[in-house]
C-alpha cells in the first residue's frame, strides 16, 4: 500500500503553515521502514486543487492541517476519520483550509478518494507581521501530533527509524520553505 | 557481417551524413544510410577483419557533435535501402575536422603545420598560399607557418596585440591579462586555447567543454569562476568562450599552450602591433560561429546561428506574432504537424505566450497572455483589494519604506513586453532587489525556494486566460517580510515558475491530450528555469525545442 502523508497550510501567516512544517519535520526527523508499504511525504502548501492528481495515485491518505472546532482551544489535536468527520469540526477556518475540504470533496465525489485521515490542529490565530514563527500551544501540540502519527502508521505495518533526533518543530518552521523532502517514493 | 551504427542526432543538418559517407567512401566500404526522425541509421556491409578495421577508423575521423545524443551498434541480418543521401554538390564549409587535423599535426605530413591544409569535409582553402606578416614597416610574405605561429605566439606572450585573419572574419587576440574592459562592452569574448585549463577561468561543466572542441566550435557563455574573479582582471559576470575552429587558430593555441598561455581575449576593433593576412578567401563564404547553450540533459540549444535550413526562414516570416512563428519553425522541424503541443514561448525581448496547436484547429489558441500595470501606483492598489493585502502593504511599508519609495519611481512604460521577465522586473522594484531575479538564482546554493505564488484568474474557459500578476508580487513581498533573503526569493520566484507551467499544461491536458509541450524564447536556455522546468514537466510530458533553428530570432 502506498501511504501519502500530505502537509497543508500557508507557512506565510504562523500557525496556518504547521500543516507543511509538520510534515517537513516528519520528513526530517524520521526514515519510515516497511516490508509491505510505502510512506511518501508531500508539502502541498497551499495547492488545494492542484494536489488533486497527486493525491488520486495513492491507496492511503493522511492530511495534516489546521482546522476549526466548537468548543476548542489553541493546540487541541484531532485525528479522524475524513469520511466520518466529529460533528465539532466546523471546517470553517483560514481560505486554505476551505479549499482543500472542497478539494477532498471533489475526489470523493470522483469516487477516487483513497481511505482518508485527517490530523487536525487548533491554531492560534493571530494579524501580525509575516513570520515563520509559532505559538507556543502549537509547539506544544507538535508532540501530540508526532505520537500520534507514530502510533497510527505502525498500526499500518511501517516503522519508524530517527535519523535527525535533534530536530524541532520550531527550527523546521524556520526553513522549510526552502527545504526538499527526502522520504519520496516518486509515485 | 552486416553492422548498424545507431545515432541519435538532434539536428535537421547533413552533417553526419556527409562525415559517414565520406569516411565509408575513403575505405571502400559498401554501406546504407537511412534517416528516421532523430534516429540516423549507418548499415556497413563487410568481413570481419575489414570490418574491424574500419571500427577504428570510424572512431579516429568521425567528429563528435552537440547534436549527437547517443550511440549504439549491433550486428545485424539485413541492410535496409537508404533514404539519405550525402549532399556533394556544395562545400560543407565546416571548422576542421579530425582528418585535417592528423595532417596539419602529423610531422611526416606535407601538410604539416599548413593552415590550410585542404580536406573534402572542411572548408576549401586551397587557394590559399601563404600568411602576409605586417610588423610596424615590415611586411613579409611567408609560407613558413610553423616559424610564424612560433613567433606570434611568443610576441603575444610578450604582451603584443596581434590582428588575425581567420576564416571567420577577422580579430585582435591579446593575452586575457592584458584585457582592456569596455564598460559598454556587452560581452567578453575569449579564446579558449587549451580546454584542459578551462577551468582556471570559468565555470564549466563537462558536457559544456566537449562541446567546444565539437565540430560546430560554438560560442557559449559561462560564468566566470570566483576565485579568477578575485584577481579582478575582469569585471564582467560572463565570459563568451570558444575554441580554436580553424587551423589558423588551432596552431597558433598549440604554440600558445607550449607558454603557459590558455586564454585569450579578442574583439573586432582596436589597436593591434602585428597584422595576420592572406588573399584568396572570400569573406562571404566565412565560417559561422553558432553561439549554443548546453543543457543540463547534454542538449545543445542554438541561441545564434546562421547554419540552419532557410526554408524556415520563410515559415518564419509567415506569421506576424515572435511567438507564433517560432512555435511554428518548431513544429515543422520536429514534423509535429499531425501531433497536439503546447508551446510555452518565454522572452526577454519580446511578448510571452502560450498557446496550444492541433492539426484540426485552424490556426492556434491562445491559453495565456500577459496584461502588464500602467504604473507602481496601480500594483499597490490592486494589492489592497486582495483579502489580507491592506495589511500585507501596510507591514511592507512600515519596514521597508525605502523600497516602497524607489519601487513608485519605477516608470513601467519602460517595460516594452507583456511577459513573465517584465513581472519580475516590477517584483525586483518593489522587493528593493541589487540584482536580477534570473542573476540571483542562478547564484543561489540551494535547491529550493519558497514557493511564489502564480495564479491564473478564474476561468471556464481554456484559452484567452489571464495572469494574476498580484500574487505574484504579494508571495514575494510576504516572504521578505519573513526574513528571507534575496538571493533565496528569487530562487522561488523561478523554480515556481516552472511549476506555474508545469500546471498550466496538466490543465490544458485534460482537455486536450497533449501530445507533448513545446519550449521557445531564450528563457529557456536559462540554467535553472530549465533544471527545474524539466524537472516539473520532463516525467509526464515529451519536451521539444527548436532543432538547428534559433530559440530567439534577434530581428
Keep these: 500500500m502506498n501511504i501519502l502523508i500530505l502537509g497543508i497550510g500557508n507557512i506565510l501567516f504562523q500557525d496556518e503553515g504547521i500543516g507543511a512544517h509538520f510534515v517537513h519535520y516528519m520528513d526530517e526527523k524520521y526514515e519510515y521502514i516497511s516490508q509491505k508499504n510505502s510512506v511518501t511525504i508531500v508539502d502541498g502548501g497551499t495547492l488545494a486543487q492542484r494536489l488533486i492528481p497527486l493525491i488520486v495515485r495513492y491507496d492511503y491518505l493522511i492530511v495534516v492541517d489546521c482546522i476549526e472546532a466548537y468548543d476548542s482551544e489553541p493546540g487541541d489535536v484531532y485525528f479522524f476519520d475524513f469520511e466520518n468527520a466529529p460533528d465539532e469540526i466546523n471546517w470553517q477556518g483560514s481560505a486554505h483550509e476551505v479549499e482543500m475540504l472542497q478539494t477532498l470533496n471533489m475526489i470523493r465525489m470522483n469516487g477516487d478518494l483513497p481511505p482518508s485521515r485527517v490530523l487536525g490542529v487548533i491554531p492560534k490565530r493571530i494579524d501580525d507581521d509575516t513570520a515563520f514563527e509559532l505559538s507556543e500551544e502549537i509547539i506544544a501540540a507538535a508532540d501530540t501530533m508526532e505520537q500520534t502519527v507514530i502510533k497510527h502508521l505502525e498500526s499500518l505495518d511501517v516503522s519508524l527509524r530517527e535519523r535527525n533526533p535533534q530536530i524541532t518543530i520550531s527550527a523546521m518552521a524556520q526553513i522549510s520553505f526552502k527545504r526538499e523532502i527526502v522520504n519520496d517514493s516518486g509515485i | ?555
Aim: a negative charge; aromatic letters at 12%.
Design chain 2, 1 to 555: 557481417m552486416i553492422l548498424e551504427y545507431k545515432f541519435e542526432y538532434l539536428s535537421n543538418n547533413n552533417t553526419l551524413v556527409n562525415f559517414l559517407t565520406n569516411i565509408a567512401d575513403a575505405s571502400d566500404m559498401k554501406f546504407e544510410i537511412t534517416k528516421e526522425k532523430n534516429e540516423i541509421n549507418f548499415y556497413v556491409d563487410a568481413d570481419e577483419e575489414a570490418m574491424s578495421s574500419f571500427a577504428s577508423t570510424i572512431a579516429s575521423d568521425l567528429p563528435m557533435s552537440v547534436f549527437l545524443q547517443n550511440t549504439a551498434v549491433s550486428l545485424v541480418q539485413e541492410m535496409p535501402p537508404s533514404n539519405i543521401q550525402a549532399d556533394k554538390t556544395k562545400q560543407f564549409n565546416l571548422p576542421f575536422c579530425p582528418k585535417c587535423l592528423q595532417k596539419a599535426e602529423s610531422a611526416e605530413s606535407s601538410d604539416y603545420y599548413n593552415p590550410f591544409t585542404t580536406c573534402p569535409m572542411c572548408c576549401d582553402t586551397k587557394d590559399i598560399k601563404e600568411f602576409i606578416v605586417s610588423f610596424g614597416d615590415e611586411i613579409k610574405r611567408t609560407d613558413a607557418y610553423k616559424e610564424v605561429f612560433e613567433d606570434l605566439a611568443s610576441r603575444i606572450h610578450q604582451g603584443l596585440g596581434v590582428r588575425f585573419k581567420t576564416l571567420s572574419g577577422t580579430f585582435i587576440f591579446e593575452k586575457l591579462e592584458n584585457l582592456q574592459e569596455d564598460k559598454n562592452q556587452k560581452d567578453i569574448k575569449l579564446l579558449c586555447t587549451n580546454l584542459a585549463n578551462i577551468s582556471n577561468v570559468v565555470v564549466a561543466k563537462k558536457a559544456e567543454i566537449v562541446a567546444l572542441a565539437c565540430i560546430e566550435k560554438p560560442q557559449m557563455d559561462f560564468r566566470i569562476n570566483e576565485l579568477y574573479k578575485s584577481k579582478n582582471i575582469i569585471q564582467a559576470k560572463r565570459l563568451s568562450v570558444r575554441y580554436p575552429n580553424d587551423l589558423i587558430l588551432y596552431l597558433l593555441s598549440k604554440e600558445l599552450r607550449a607558454l603557459g598561455i590558455d586564454f585569450l581575449s579578442y574583439k573586432n576593433e582596436g589597436s593591434y602591433d602585428i597584422n595576420v593576412d592572406f588573399e584568396n578567401f572570400d569573406a562571404k563564404e566565412s565560417l559561422k560561429i553558432p553561439k549554443l547553450k548546453i543543457l543540463e540533459q547534454n542538449r545543445a540549444l542554438v541561441l545564434e546561428s546562421e547554419n540552419y535550413d532557410k526554408k524556415f526562414m520563410q515559415v518564419f516570416e509567415s506569421l506576424k506574432e515572435k511567438n507564433k512563428a517560432h512555435f511554428m519553425v518548431l513544429l515543422y522541424e520536429n514534423s509535429l504537424l499531425q501531433k497536439r503541443i503546447l508551446n510555452f514561448y518565454t522572452s526577454s525581448r519580446d511578448d510571452d505566450n502560450v498557446s496550444y496547436y492541433a492539426k484540426d484547429l485552424e490556426g492556434f489558441l491562445d491559453v495565456l497572455n500577459y496584461r502588464l500595470p500602467k504604473s507602481i501606483q496601480e500594483v499597490f492598489e490592486d494589492i489592497q483589494k486582495e483579502e489580507s493585502g491592506e495589511r500585507l502593504l501596510k507591514n511592507y511599508k512600515n519596514k521597508y519604506p525605502d523600497s516602497i519609495k524607489t519601487a513608485l519611481e519605477f516608470d513601467l512604460s519602460v517595460l516594452k513586453n507583456a511577459s513573465i521577465v517584465s513581472f519580475w522586473k516590477i517584483a525586483e522594484s518593489i522587493l528593493g532587489f541589487k540584482n536580477s531575479i534570473l542573476d540571483n538564482a542562478s547564484l543561489s546554493l540551494l535547491e529550493k525556494g519558497p514557493r511564489i505564488d502564480y495564479k491564473l484568474f478564474e476561468s471556464a474557459r481554456i484559452y484567452n486566460k489571464e495572469f494574476n500578476y498580484i500574487k505574484l508580487i504579494q508571495s514575494g513581498m510576504s516572504f521578505r517580510l519573513a526574513g528571507v533573503d534575496e538571493r533565496t526569493i528569487s530562487l522561488g520566484y523561478i523554480e515556481s515558475y516552472a511549476h506555474f507551467i508545469s500546471n498550466i499544461a496538466d490543465e490544458v491536458n485534460k482537455e486536450m491530450e497533449l501530445e507533448g509541450i513545446s519550449l521557445s524564447g531564450d528563457i529557456f536556455a536559462d540554467e535553472r528555469i530549465s533544471h527545474y522546468v524539466h524537472k516539473s514537466i520532463g516525467k509526464n510530458f515529451k519536451i521539444f525545442y527548436n532543432k538547428d533553428f534559433v530559440i530567439q530570432t534577434r530581428f
